[in-house]
């Protein structure tokens, strides 16, 4: 995938590159009443198209929003750089045990105790869409 429309390659570069400086994104959903509801999450990919991958937990409130409503935002900052990035894109949901032990750390551990086979283990995938990068 190259840069999204609204996106000169440049900026879709510039995006990337401080996104894979910060280790946590507020993740934003959308409840089945409209109201919008963030959290931290840790981001453990992020593909050269863009693409960013969240463990969580299939059980969660974020998955039960993403699954009635996939578009998401995630903010991202750096205090010490004094560089933010606001993103925007469409999540999926995804199940594949392949892409989940690719990405398996032990410090998921804290939040997955039954390890990597947790059946409970789902992925976010998000698609980035558009974005904005203050540096």
């Known amino acids: 995938?190259?840069?999204?429309?609204?996106?000169?390659?440049?900026?879709?570069?510039?995006?990337?590159?401080?996104?894979?400086?910060?280790?946590?994104?507020?993740?934003?959903?959308?409840?089945?009443?409209?109201?919008?509801?963030?959290?931290?999450?840790?981001?453990?990919?992020?593909?050269?198209?863009?693409?960013?991958?969240?463990?969580?937990?299939?059980?969660?409130?974020?998955?039960?929003?993403?699954?009635?409503q996939p578009a998401v935002a995630l903010g991202f900052s750096n205090p010490e750089t004094h560089v933010s990035v606001a993103t925007s894109g469409q999540a999926e949901i995804v199940t594949d045990q392949d892409k989940v032990n690719q990405l398996w750390t032990d410090s998921l551990l804290d939040w997955f105790p039954e390890g990597k086979d947790d059946p409970n283990i789902v992925l976010l995938k998000v698609t980035t869409t558009s974005g904005e990068c203050w540096e």
């Not at 009443?33 to 863009?50: E, F, K, N, V």
């Open 1 to 68: 995938m190259s840069a999204p429309a609204n996106l000169s390659p440049e900026e879709f570069d510039s995006i990337k590159r401080n996104i894979d400086q910060i280790r946590v994104a507020m993740l934003t959903t959308q409840d089945k009443g409209g109201q919008l509801r963030t959290r931290p999450m840790a981001t453990h990919q992020l593909d050269a198209d863009g693409t960013m991958w969240f463990f969580t937990h299939n059980d969660s409130n974020k998955v039960s929003h993403i699954r009635q």
